[in-house]
């Protein structure tokens, strides 16, 4: 059995950026264009097709919902509707050649470790990270943009949980 959760942008914000093309929370006007890079998408997270995906740029604050202080960062979807990432899918493909950090958090935005991976070699990584007791859930980032893809928890800590919690809910303190 899986022992973590793959946490992606919720269909209940991605929808509303779609819609209203302003960042939750902020009212930030979002930017759409081609993709010029990879990305991923942070809802289906999937890499874009450079040069002909289309997506959004927004302002969204990954710590929402889970810590009192903000901490809001650029990210980017499809355009166009996608489906959510499964949770239970495990760490995704399209990520694995990507250069990545994990930054591990305990409770309070307190980071407690910090690990490089590439090649490929995340599995192990996230095993000891997710191990110590010590880390509450972890940010996956990637490590040359250094913005937010999405976050990683344990399958056990949030059993039966909704998707305004598992999403993050979006709307960030203003």
Known sequence: MQSYRVVAIGDRVADTVRKTLRSPGYGHPAHTEVATGYGPCRQCLKTF??????RILFTYDSFNGRESFPLPGPVFIHEHDCDRYPEDGGFPVDMLSHRLTLNAYGSGRRLVAQR?????????????????????YIHVRDTEAGCYDFCIERMSDLEGGDESRTSNGGYSHE
Do not use: I, K, M, T
Not at 49 to 54: L, M, N, P, Q
Not at 116 to 136: F, T, W
């Open 116 to 136: 490089y991976v590439s090649n490929g070699v995340v599995e192990p990584e996230l095993q000891r990270l997710l191990q110590d007791r010590d880390v509450a």
């Open 49 to 54: 097709a450079v040069g002909s995906d289309r």
